[in-house]
């Protein structure tokens, strides 16, 4: 999958499907197959690393559970109310869940596979967990790319002040250069 292509020519195209990534929609269905594939065998046939499951107790398991499905479910349900089809790339999305975080649909995919894992302490589960965060991460930027070449400043200025998957932490980059500060 090209998540460095050109998406800029991408959003020019008619069918640039709302600024999502062309692959976006299989690599999804395709991980989270594979996901609870992996859920599934390693917590309820084989354990093979479930060992964890011992260690911390059912509760704080089923606490995580909630913790995570509830984050994600919150997520979901605001970002589904501020992205309707009718109003996809006519602005620049900045309130619900977009105003605290540019991709709440794929952090809250991520909150619910996460929880799943910490429900079974499938350490397989969880290491499945990379790739999906590769990949959300892959699409995310580029789409970031398509929303730059479609508003240009205005989502430059979205994302400086918007975090990509935690409010308040990895924001936008800045541009390097004579006028900029480097905020590591």
Same mark, same amino acid.
């Given at each position: ?58 509760? #704080?398991?089923?606490?995580? %559970?909630?913790?995570?499905? &509830?984050?994600?479910?919150? !997520?979901?349900?605001? $970002?589904?109310? +501020? ?24 952090? #809250?995919?991520?909150?619910? %596979?996460?929880?799943?894992? &910490?429900?079974?302490?499938? !350490?397989?589960?969880? $290491?499945?967990? +990379? ?54």
């Amino acid at each position: 999958m090209d998540c460095k292509g050109d998406a800029r020519s991408q959003a020019e195209v008619p069918e640039h499907r709302g600024g999502e990534h062309p692959k976006g929609d299989a690599g999804q269905m395709a991980l989270v197959g594979l996901f609870m594939a992996v859920w599934i065998t390693d917590s309820f046939a084989f354990g093979f690393t479930t060992g964890p499951l011992g260690i911390v107790p059912w509760p #704080a398991r089923v606490a995580a %559970l909630c913790a995570c499905l &509830a984050a994600a479910f919150l !997520l979901f349900l605001s $970002g589904h109310r +501020v992205v309707e089809k009718g109003r996809r790339l006519s602005a620049v999305v900045s309130t619900g869940a977009f105003g605290y975080v540019r991709h709440p649909l794929y952090l #809250a995919s991520m909150l619910s %596979l996460l929880g799943l894992s &910490a429900s079974t302490g499938s !350490l397989a589960s969880l $290491g499945c967990l +990379v790739p999906v965060f590769v990949f959300y991460d892959c699409i995310a930027a580029y789409e970031e790319r398509v929303m730059e070449g479609i508003f240009g400043d205005e989502y430059r200025s979205y994302k400086a002040r918007t975090g990509k998957w935690v409010p308040w932490i990895s924001r936008g980059r800045r541009e390097s250069g004579p006028d900029s500060q480097s905020h590591g």
